[in-house]
């Protein structure tokens, strides 16, 4: 009997191990699931800010129908309108539906619901909150967030399904929808975002300058800081800036006598 003790120890304990590794343990796609929403229910926090329920918030949606095509401007200004009579009501939808968003990732029976309309909710922010992140503009740039931070979050969705048709990808991308599309995919939004910062947007004299410039005003003292100084840095490989620019108003001092050209 003692053998027989002694010997069932050991299994014993190896039962406990792998039932406590068991449904308790988070594979690397559900902590990633997780990310996202918790990302979600950051969004939805800072939705229920006091400015949002402003004219400001739908001001903010009207500007990305700028320079896009009539087919894409026309809803993005109709949405805006729409928001702007009815911002109070409007606002707090959007907040909680991204509060439930991330709740519902979080949630392991909502999961698959959560995520479809994740995508699906992050493709209509696209579109009528960032006008596409002005890629049919004219004036995309990864400094000013070309893409789209929210097309990430539909990119995400689909890449985290809980499915597994390439068990054995290399990565947790591959998983649902196999290794090649998930390199593809990578692929896509890199070459974008070196395509991108290659476009005279990015590349003019004194545009980032500028771009740094416009995401300071409102930021929080911390973040305003920080595009400041990342703005003043760059501004000393600027070869040139351009007429009306921060560079080129400033006040010029006036030579000294030991430089003044001769007359």
Do not use: C
Request: net charge positive; charged share 10%.
């Amino acid at each position: 009997m003692t053998e027989s003790l002694a010997a069932g120890r050991p299994a014993a304990g190896h039962a406990v191990g792998r039932a406590a590794a068991g449904p308790a343990a988070l594979d690397a796609r559900r902590k990633l699931q997780l990310a996202l929403g918790v990302i979600w229910v950051l969004d939805g926090i800072l939705q229920y800010q006091p400015s949002m329920f402003t004219a400001s918030f739908p001001g903010m949606l009207a500007e990305s129908a700028h320079g896009n095509p009539a087919v894409v401007a026309g809803p993005i200004t109709w949405s805006a309108n729409l928001i702007g009579h009815h911002v109070v009501v409007l606002n707090a939808i959007f907040a909680t539906i991204q509060l439930a968003l991330g709740l519902g990732i979080a949630w392991r029976p909502t999961v698959r619901l959560a995520l479809a309309a994740s995508a699906a909710w992050s493709l209509a922010i696209w579109w009528l909150g960032e006008g596409f992140g002005g890629i049919l503009a004219g004036a995309a740039s990864p400094v000013s967030g070309a893409p789209g931070p929210v097309v990430l979050y539909a990119i995400l969705a689909v890449l985290l399904w809980p499915a597994d048709r390439d068990p054995d990808a290399p990565s947790v991308a591959g998983r649902f929808i196999g290794r090649r599309p998930a390199q593809a995919v990578w692929l896509v939004l890199w070459g974008s975002l070196a395509a991108f910062a290659l476009l005279p947007a990015s590349r003019a004299p004194g545009a980032i300058s500028h771009m740094l410039t416009d995401s300071a005003d409102g930021a929080p003292a911390w973040l305003a800081w920080i595009d400041t100084h990342a703005r003043t840095g760059e501004g000393g490989l600027t070869w040139a800036a351009p007429p009306g620019s921060l560079a080129s108003s400033r006040p010029r001092a006036s030579p000294s006598p030991s430089t003044a050209p001769a007359a």
